[in-house]
């Protein structure tokens, strides 16, 4: 049930601000350390990147976007107007410190330690995620089946193997396999891959609206109070206790505050005085409800930069990185260009009762989540940023959330993922 502003009991111990996946997750763990807890959102029904994506745990990616050399590649991407990455003009000047820190993350040093980064909050991934799942009644809708990543060219699997060899350093498991193996495991896919990659701990989820859906349902059920609104900026003046300022006006008071309104958090961020470099990196999918059973396991096209997901609610086939910003309307000619990837790849699919969505990646440009307590505010803690990553990472980030927040030695070292690194 979701209050009136003006209704709550003031103060709780922690105000989550957001109510997507990330948001959920802090307030699940902290309601289950006895903390009494607040949720805002302005519209908890309403879309965001936890609703739509591709609903992988994608715990074998644990290297950055930025890889070396990215940037050649970009510049060629960038000329097909429907080609995996885009920005838009009208967005460049705004983008631009984003992406000159983005490129400067790719250097080899600064490459390395965001892995082992990445690799230390994936590793935890499923020691997180399967209690939540069993407390929230979802442990079935888990399929752990691996995922492949599959290649056309013998070139583009050599240009890879690199990167597969680093991975595998940072503990991700996998194997090769040629293309009549492949074609064995997914038959439904075009017979023009010569190599593969199973990763054997990926997974992916039934729905991942659903999760939201019952996350919400959860945190209700264990206490947390719904608050609908939109915050406008985190008063952490010395005056007033600390309190998520509503637009209409009306405070939200909490003895800590957790921000975790994804690509949008950056405001509240700033309002406390801490700068942040995030963007929206928009992607785009299409889901096929009759097509669903058409592939076992999630596959990830290597050359052509689009996933496809088989959820129970259809195959969803989606990708894209576009940089347009948080208002910019959908250009769905690009879930379009991705479904056409689809067709081709995965011949025969039945189109009937497809939709087309957008979403919101909160993206860094390190690739890394902004998980800790702000240097400006004890009371503020953040937990935002994850990209590409925030279904797999969700528990985990409700996980260590709630060790900073009562205030225990975290369970990952938090220094990589700190505010303050984008400090100047
Ligand atoms: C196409 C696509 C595919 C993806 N695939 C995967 C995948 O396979 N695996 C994976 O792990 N991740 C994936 N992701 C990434 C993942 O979906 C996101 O990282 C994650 O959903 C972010 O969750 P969040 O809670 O931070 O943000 P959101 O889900 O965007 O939630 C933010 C919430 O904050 C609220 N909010 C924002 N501002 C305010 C405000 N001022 N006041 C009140 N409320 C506010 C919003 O209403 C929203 O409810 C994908 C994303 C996209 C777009």
């Known amino acids: 049930m979701e209050r009136d502003a003006t209704l709550t009991p003031h103060p709780c111990d922690v105000v989550v601000a957001g109510a997507g996946l990330i948001g959920l997750a802090c307030a699940h763990a902290a ?4 903390l009494s807890v607040a949720v805002i959102d302005r519209d908890f029904e309403g879309d965001r990147a936890s609703h739509g994506n591709a609903g992988g745990i994608a715990v074998s990616e644990s290297t950055p976007i930025s890889v070396p050399g990215l940037f050649f590649k970009a510049a060629k991407w960038l000329i097909d107007p429907l080609g995996p990455l885009s920005v838009s003009p009208a967005h460049l000047p705004r983008a631009l410190p984003w992406f000159l820190a983005f490129n400067r993350v790719s250097r080899p040093q600064h490459y390395a330690a965001i892995s082992h980064a990445l690799a230390a909050l994936n590793h935890r991934v499923y020691d997180d995620l399967l209690p939540v799942l069993e407390d929230l009644g979802m442990r079935s809708a888990l399929y752990r089946r691996g995922a492949l990543t599959v290649y056309e060219s013998d070139a583009a699997f050599a240009a890879d193997s690199r990167e597969w060899a680093f991975k595998r350093e940072l503990g991700v498991r996998w194997h090769a396999l040629g293309g009549a ?3 064995a495991l997914e038959p439904a896919l075009a017979p023009v891959f010569k190599h ?5 701990d990926w997974a992916h989820l039934s729905d991942p609206r659903a999760l939201v859906t019952a996350w919400r349902a959860r945190v209700v059920a264990l206490g947390a109070t719904l608050i609908r609104g939109d915050a406008e900026h985190v008063d952490v003046s010395r005056t007033q206790a600390p309190a998520v300022v509503l637009t209409s006006g009306q405070r939200v008071g ?3 505050i957790v921000v975790a309104c994804g690509a949008w958090s950056a405001t509240l961020a700033k309002s406390v005085g801490d700068r942040v470099l995030l963007d929206s990196e928009r992607g785009y999918n299409t889901t096929l409800p009759e097509s669903a059973a058409t592939l076992a396991r999630e596959v990830i096209f290597a050359e052509r930069k689009f996933v496809a997901t088989p959820l129970d609610i259809g195959l969803r086939i989606g990708g894209a990185a576009e940089f347009a910003g948080l208002s910019a309307p959908p250009n769905y000619r690009r879930a379009d260009a991705l479904m056409a990837l689809g067709r081709r790849f995965i011949p025969g699919l039945n189109e009937q009762g497809a939709t087309r969505w957008m979403g919101h990646r909160p993206a860094t440009p390190d690739s890394l989540p902004v998980i800790g307590r702000s240097p400006h505010a004890d009371a503020v803690v953040y937990a935002f940023g994850h990209g590409h990553l925030g279904l797999t ?7 260590l959330v ?5 205030r225990r030695t975290p369970r990952v070292d938090l220094a990589p993922y700190a505010i303050s690194r984008f400090s100047p």
Do not use: F, I, P
């Not at 309601?31 to 006895?34: D, M």
């Not at 593969?196 to 054997?200: F, G, H």
């Not at 990472?393 to 996980?399: C, I, N, P, V």
């Open 402 to 406: 709630a060790d900073v927040l009562m």
């Open 181 to 183: 193996d492949l074609r």
């Open 393 to 399: 990472q969700s528990a985990t980030t409700g996980a």
């Open 31 to 34: 309601l289950r350390e006895g």
């Open 254 to 256: 909490g003895r800590q």
């Open 196 to 200: 593969a990659v199973m990763l054997e």
